[in-house]
């Protein structure tokens, strides 16, 4: 499939777009449903004062220096600023990649391409070290927590990288050659991973229930499944057309 081009700058626009869409619905569910079990793992924290163990948080009288709900509305914020800069890392990659997947339509190319982006920054670093609610997780440890949840993100995008290129030097073979042979490698890249990194450090307090856990973890994925396969979707939805409309004006013009 021969596609005519679209402009850079139509691909960042689109990308920045559709950053801000998938940012927003990802603020949304950490408003909707992720604060939920952080609003219950605030209260087990809570819970700990009298005995001391809140050393360092304001009480006793004091005001908190940012209310909970300016730390939402911030959070949100947050959110959505990042959603707008990873559309535009995503659609500068998108331009650099066209190469692969030829043979399908924008739409699908965007939407492998952002399940693919999910899978290696936030699926495969959950699996290793899955989020943990305020509450849980030393703070004398989490320059050392942070490295090794980048390093993974970092295996994630050399195997998501090493599955295009392998893609790509199969081209020849037959769909299911191609297919199996990719699966095999990633899933065989993602063991590595997994079982090369440390194991997670942190202890799960006796206070923390596991429902709120494992409620924070997931909804926590949900997130960023929301914000990553989002951004694919909406992009593929805004540069399909567009493509489509290129390559009409270059037959037009080629007529």
Request: glycine residues 8%.
């Given at each position: 499939?021969t596609?005519?081009?679209?402009t850079?700058?139509?691909?960042?626009?689109?990308?920045?777009?559709?950053g801000g869409?998938?940012?927003?619905a990802?603020?949304?569910?950490?408003?909707l449903?992720?604060?939920?079990?952080?609003?219950?793992?605030l209260?087990?924290?809570e819970?700990?004062?009298?005995?001391?163990?809140s050393a360092?948080?304001?009480?006793?009288g004091?005001?908190?220096?940012?209310?909970?709900?300016?730390q939402?509305?911030g959070?949100?914020?947050?959110?959505?600023?990042v959603?707008?800069?990873?559309?535009?890392?995503?659609?500068?990659?998108?331009?650099?990649?066209?190469?692969?997947?030829?043979g399908?339509?924008p739409?699908?190319?965007?939407?492998?391409?952002?399940?693919?982006?999910?899978g290696?920054?936030?699926?495969?670093?959950?699996?290793?070290?899955?989020?943990?609610?305020?509450?849980?997780?030393?703070?004398?440890?989490?320059?050392?927590r942070?490295?090794?949840?980048?390093?993974?993100?970092v295996?994630?995008?050399a195997?998501?990288?090493?599955?295009s290129?392998?893609?790509e030097?199969l081209?020849a073979?037959s769909?299911?050659?191609?297919?199996?042979?990719v699966?095999?490698?990633v899933?065989?890249?993602v063991?590595?991973?997994?079982?090369?990194?440390?194991?997670?450090s942190?202890?799960?307090?006796?206070?923390?229930?596991?429902?709120?856990?494992?409620?924070?973890?997931?909804?926590?994925?949900?997130?960023?499944?929301?914000?990553?396969?989002?951004?694919?979707?909406?992009?593929?939805?805004?540069?399909d057309?567009?493509?489509?409309?290129a390559?009409?004006v270059?037959?037009?013009?080629?007529?």
């Open positions: 499939m596609e005519h081009p679209v850079y700058k139509s691909l960042a626009l689109r990308g920045i777009a559709a869409i998938a940012g927003v990802s603020a949304l569910v950490q408003l449903v992720t604060e939920i079990p952080i609003r219950a793992a209260a087990v924290e819970a700990r004062e009298p005995a001391g163990e360092g948080h304001s009480h006793g004091e005001e908190e220096l940012v209310s909970r709900g300016a939402i509305v959070g949100m914020l947050g959110v959505v600023i959603g707008i800069a990873v559309g535009l890392v995503f659609a500068t990659a998108y331009a650099l990649s066209k190469r692969w997947f030829t399908r339509t739409f699908s190319r965007s939407f492998a391409f952002g399940a693919a982006v999910f290696a920054v936030a699926l495969l670093p959950w699996l290793k070290y899955p989020s943990n609610p305020p509450a849980v997780g030393d703070p004398e440890t989490v320059n050392y942070t490295a090794l949840y980048l390093g993974v993100v295996a994630g995008l195997i998501v990288w090493g599955a290129w392998l893609a030097r081209r073979q769909q299911p050659v191609r297919v199996t042979a699966l095999l490698a899933v065989a890249a063991a590595v991973v997994l079982a090369a990194f440390p194991a997670p942190d202890t799960i307090p006796a206070d923390m229930p596991v429902t709120v856990l494992w409620q924070f973890r997931l909804s926590s994925l949900a997130q960023l499944a929301t914000l990553y396969v989002g951004l694919g979707v909406v992009f593929g939805l805004l540069i057309p567009a493509t489509r409309k390559k009409a270059g037959k037009a013009a080629v007529a």
